[in-house]
């Protein structure tokens, strides 16, 4: 069993930055983020693999948002940047046995509970 648990949510202003944290206990997972704003689907906004050496990112968050991680640490992390208002959601991070890899929901068994990024304009 992978234990999920994020951090590092809060109310931000647009144009500010956040670091969300994924503590995940184990090591050889893909890690995906994910997000999901009121009355909407559940979407893929970055991925990392178990080793680091790949990432995966959505268009809308291309050049903003950076996934890396650090295994010493069990940690994943989603650095935001540039933040704007539509970036406003409950992000979640979700782990696959590595080396499966991809943007959908159903392909990750181990969800964590979230975390809430509110972006101000």
């Known amino acids: 069993q992978v234990q999920l648990v994020e951090s590092g949510g809060g109310l931000v202003q647009a144009g500010g930055s956040l670091r969300l944290s994924c503590a995940a206990s184990g090591r050889t997972f893909t890690v995906g983020w994910f997000r999901q704003a009121p009355g909407k689907e559940r979407e893929f906004v970055a991925g990392?693999?178990?080793?680091?050496?790949?990432?995966d990112y959505a268009d809308s968050v291309k050049g903003r948002f950076t996934i890396s991680r650090d295994n010493a640490k069990s940690t994943v992390y989603l650095q935001m940047n540039s933040l704007k208002p539509e970036d406003t959601a409950v992000y979640l991070c979700a782990a696959v046995p590595s080396p499966q890899w991809g943007r959908n929901t159903a392909l990750y068994p181990y969800w964590g509970q979230g975390t809430q990024v509110t972006v101000s304009s």
């Open positions: 990392i693999s178990s080793a680091g050496g790949y990432t």
